[in-house]
């Protein structure tokens, strides 16, 4: 491509034509002057424009404040179930019916399960019967007998007493004759005996008749309500193995894992139960309201309290806070990895059930208040051989280093004990020329910032 094509003009505006080694002259001169112009405006940017705004950025202060700030411990957790148990029947026996499946909330005391009961039925109406069997029969000795019984025994021993008379006048009247020779002795033997039948008979009857008008013996009642106390246990006892085939959540949450449908035999044992096994030893898992168990370093469990509240943060929600308030602290420490902590439970205001157990969280609990304390940037503190302080921006303009007490560390600010009055403007950044010996009393350069 010529020059003719690139600048239509140039030749009127150069005055001749030019040949192609004037135009190759001319080419690389313009390349030249766009060099020099590009590089000077670069280092216009590099050495006056950028260290004006970087001395400016630099050299920035802030005033010294007084704020009112809380104070804050933050510990890790996880959130846990305050309760989780596996739910199992009292005795062995096949599933009936399942009322609930996994994630289902229930109420404490709602009914949940079913377990067979064919057998404990037929139990339960056997003690009934024997206990109406002794209730009767202590009933029967504690009213005595009936008067027409009484009137019939005393009939019977009147008609012995005939008899029994008529059997000794006929025994007197055999005697005589077996004295004159007239019956023989075994006739008069067989008469004694009649005699003595009859009299036996009358005793029978008459002690018989005293016990009815006596009525029943103590002993007999004692022993008579002891069988009813008997069968009254039997019978309760078969009610409570019945009463125990209806399964009840005992207390209220969410059921978490089931391990038995109907028609699995459960057999309550200690072992753990096998979601997918024939035979389990629980129905299921019931967990209830979930909180936070979050581990409060050592140095930090004296500013700990019932009733605190707290900020808990899930990166599963990230932006997202949930309140929440101590309530209980565990009077022993744990110990992992050399580190010693002390568990602190949280109760969580979760009303839609958004933290699930297990998940991980940052807890911060409010233990204190910093009233009306001196404060100054944490970036504006710096570390010095000689001790901790902060620049101050001076009237010339030159940063002047200041020892200052520090206290508690907040929000990114830092409680200023001594050292400033409050009236001052400490620099929160330096250019390096102010990092140097003579910036700082003593001649002691500055080492790092404080963090």
Do not use: C
């Not at 949450?253 to 753990?272: N, W």
Request: aromatic share 4%.
């Amino acid at each position: 491509m010529t020059i003719d094509k690139l600048y239509p003009n140039a030749h009127a505006f150069l005055g001749k034509k030019l040949s192609p080694s004037g135009i190759t002259q001319w080419f690389v001169r313009l390349v030249m002057l766009a060099l020099l112009l590009g590089g000077g405006w670069i280092a216009y940017r590099q050495f006056i424009v950028a260290p004006t705004h970087n001395a400016d950025r630099l050299l920035q202060s802030v005033p010294v404040e007084r704020k009112s700030l809380p104070i804050t411990v933050s510990a890790n957790g996880a959130v846990e179930p305050e309760r989780s148990i596996n739910v199992s029947p009292r005795n062995a026996g096949f599933v009936k019916e399942l009322l609930v499946d996994v994630g289902d909330s229930v109420e404490e005391g709602q009914i949940i399960a079913y377990m067979d009961d064919a057998n404990l039925q037929g139990q339960l109406t056997q003690a009934q019967g024997q206990l109406a069997a002794a209730e009767a029969n202590l009933e029967k000795l504690l009213s005595g007998n009936r008067s027409e019984d009484i009137a019939q025994a005393e009939a019977q021993l009147e008609e012995a007493r005939s008899t029994l008379q008529q059997a000794e006048l006929t025994f007197q009247q055999d005697q005589e004759l077996y004295k004159d020779g007239a019956i023989s002795q075994r006739e008069l033997e067989s008469s004694r005996a009649s005699r003595d039948g009859a009299q036996a008979q009358v005793t029978r009857l008459e002690q018989a008749l005293k016990l009815q008008q006596r009525g029943a013996r103590s002993e007999d009642i004692v022993q008579a309500q002891a069988d009813v106390l008997t069968a009254q246990g039997s019978l309760q006892s078969a009610q409570e193995q019945l009463d125990d085939t209806v399964i009840r959540a005992p207390f209220s949450g969410v059921v978490t894992r089931k391990y038995a449908d109907p028609g699995a035999f459960v057999t309550p044992t200690t072992a753990a139960s096998s979601e997918n096994s024939a035979t389990s030893s629980s129905i299921l898992s019931l967990a209830s309201t979930n909180q936070v168990v979050a581990n409060v370093a050592e140095t930090n469990i004296a500013r700990m309290e019932l009733g605190q509240s707290a900020i808990i943060r899930a990166d599963a929600y990230p932006g997202q806070t949930f309140e929440g308030q101590v309530v209980e602290i565990s009077p022993e420490s744990t110990v992992e990895q050399n580190v010693t902590s002390f568990e602190v439970k949280v109760s969580i205001n979760d009303p839609e059930k958004l933290l699930r157990s297990g998940m991980n969280v940052d807890t911060e609990f409010e233990v204190g208040q910093l009233d009306n304390a001196l404060v100054v940037p944490t970036v504006a503190i710096v570390r010095q051989e000689m001790g901790t302080g902060v620049f101050i921006a001076s009237d010339d303009g030159k940063p002047v280093f200041t020892l200052i007490e520090t206290g508690a560390n907040i929000d990114n600010y830092t409680e200023v004990r001594s050292g400033l009055t409050g009236d001052e403007r400490v620099l929160i950044s330096l250019p390096d020329s102010d990092r140097s010996p003579s910036s700082v009393p003593g001649g002691v350069p500055m080492l790092v910032p404080a963090r």
